[in-house]
């Protein structure tokens, strides 16, 4: 049983080798540790500090790509060479690295295909109040977008096993974090999450310049993870509520046609049926959609099989060759 652990890393040379001096060397049930990062266009010598402690593997990109892609680079990459579990945790020692253990027990003892770590953020002292509430509510929605029971969908610190991994699908380039909940929810991939623990900020936050820029990234990634994975119940939702509304417009302009005045609210009479036609073509483009839906699963499923085949091709030649040396 083979885990890597990777990094994703943008400048963090001040704070990486911490990160990696705290990663554990020995966990019951595995029998062989290595260690990832994602380079993801550092500007200082993140690859030299990562080399020089002593990491099995880099991926470098020329440029910053951001979170989400250098995750699934880092998938990738973790796929090819062996990984039987990955596990995702921060450069700036966010996490306690002792908890990884209890991220991988549950996929070690056949529970669950991803783990996710439940940080204590009512308890974090370097989260502020409005902070605290947009990570309860962001957790809420996801919640309610993927049904399923994660209470703490931002958190990065989190283990897939191989079959998870290899299902794994980020579109947005923002993060992984809050689609890869609703893709697994929506596919009923085994999902839980275990209580972690957190370390004091090193350095402030750099995926986000602003607290209503995150917001406002968060839900839009939210919103089109729903449109992806249950468009017809998206489109549906929205086409009934406009035609409410269309409706409601439409029974106010015929109480004041049958009082006699109903020719001072022709506008009503305008706006009610384009509320209407307008709520009719959002059911279409549901159906329409959900029709592009189950033709995507089907991708999606083509994928699997063409990645299992390349991966499970990959860890026999690196099995070949560990066993040859």
């Not at 910053?64 to 039987?84: E, S, W």
């Not at 921060?90 to 669950?112: C, F, H, M, T, W």
């Not at 602003?210 to 998206?234: D, H």
Request: aromatic share 8%; hydrophobic share 40%.
């Amino acid at each position: 049983m083979k885990l890597i652990i990777q990094i994703p890393c943008y400048n963090e040379s001040e704070t990486l080798e911490i990160a990696l001096n705290d990663l554990p060397k020995q966990i019951d049930g595995i029998d062989e540790i290595e260690y990832l990062i994602i380079n993801d266009g550092s500007k200082d010598n993140t690859v030299e500090v990562a080399q020089n402690w002593g990491v099995h593997y880099v991926v470098n990109f020329k440029g910053n790509k951001g979170l989400a892609k250098g995750f699934m680079a880092g998938i990738d990459a973790c796929l090819r060479n062996g990984a039987d579990i990955i596990v995702n945790t921060d450069a700036d020692n966010q996490y306690v690295a002792d908890d990884i253990e209890k991220l991988v027990r549950p996929i070690l003892n056949g529970e669950s295909d991803i783990v996710i770590g439940e940080r204590p953020i009512d308890q974090t002292e370097h989260f502020s109040p409005l902070k605290k509430k947009l990570q309860h509510f962001g957790s809420w929605v996801v919640r309610k977008a993927s049904k399923s029971e994660i209470p703490d969908a931002p958190s990065g610190f989190r283990a897939y096993s191989r079959e998870a991994a290899m299902r794994l699908n980020v579109t947005n380039e923002y993060t992984y974090t809050l689609e890869t909940i609703v893709q697994a929810g929506r596919e009923k991939i085994p999902m839980t999450s275990v209580p972690i623990r957190t370390n004091g900020e090193l350095r402030p936050s750099r995926l986000f310049n602003s607290m209503m820029g995150y917001v406002k990234k968060s839900m839009l990634t939210i919103v089109r993870a729903f449109m992806m994975y249950k468009p017809l119940q998206f489109f549906m939702i929205l086409g009934s509520v406009l035609t409410l509304i269309g409706v409601g417009i439409g029974i106010r302009f015929l109480c004041f046609f049958v009082q006699g005045v109903g020719g001072g609210h022709i506008q009503s009479l305008i706006l009610a049926s384009m509320m209407i036609i307008i709520g009719v073509l959002c059911g279409i483009v549901g159906l329409q959609a959900d029709i592009i839906a189950a033709n995507r699963k089907i991708l999606e499923d083509i994928q699997y099989h063409v990645r299992k085949m390349d991966y499970d091709g990959c860890k026999e030649k690196t099995s070949d060759k560990n066993d040859t040396e």
